[in-house]
């Protein structure tokens, strides 16, 4: 069984930066696709960055505008969301998932998922 834990999420201010990390632990996180997702207030869960389990492949969300970079270690079984100048529209619960095999940006598609952490920006 695969469980994923978030920390990091806190309250800034716009133009501020936060960095998520995501902790996996029942199987080695090398074997299994790692992705973000957020939901914000009212709205749908959306796709926010995936990164494949070796060879470390990156794809963004284009409605992200650059401003993101998913990366992991797989030596420690973590990974992490950097976000930079934040804004309000970015206030959300971002959740950390998995999957095993390719990374896709479908959610329905990903097993496990963590509780999510809350991400909120002030203006």
């Known amino acids: 069984l695969v469980q994923l834990v978030e920390s990091g999420g806190d309250s800034v201010q716009a133009g501020g930066s936060l960095k998520l990390s995501c902790t996996v632990s029942g199987d080695k996180s090398s074997n299994l696709c790692l992705a973000w997702f957020r939901q914000a207030p009212g709205k749908a869960r959306e796709w926010v960055a995936h990164?494949?389990?070796?060879?470390?492949?990156?794809y963004y969300a284009p409605s992200m505008g650059g401003r993101f970079i998913i990366s992991r270690d797989n030596a420690k079984n973590m990974g992490f969301l950097q976000m930079i100048d934040l804004t309000p529209e970015d206030t959300a619960r971002y959740y950390c998932?998995?999957?095993?095999?390719?990374?896709?940006?479908?959610?329905?598609?990903?097993?496990?998922w963590g509780q999510g952490a809350q991400v909120t920006i002030s203006s």
């Open positions: 998932a998995a999957r095993a095999y390719s990374c896709i940006d479908d959610e329905k598609l990903y097993t496990w």
């Open positions: 990164i494949s389990a070796t060879t470390e492949i990156t």
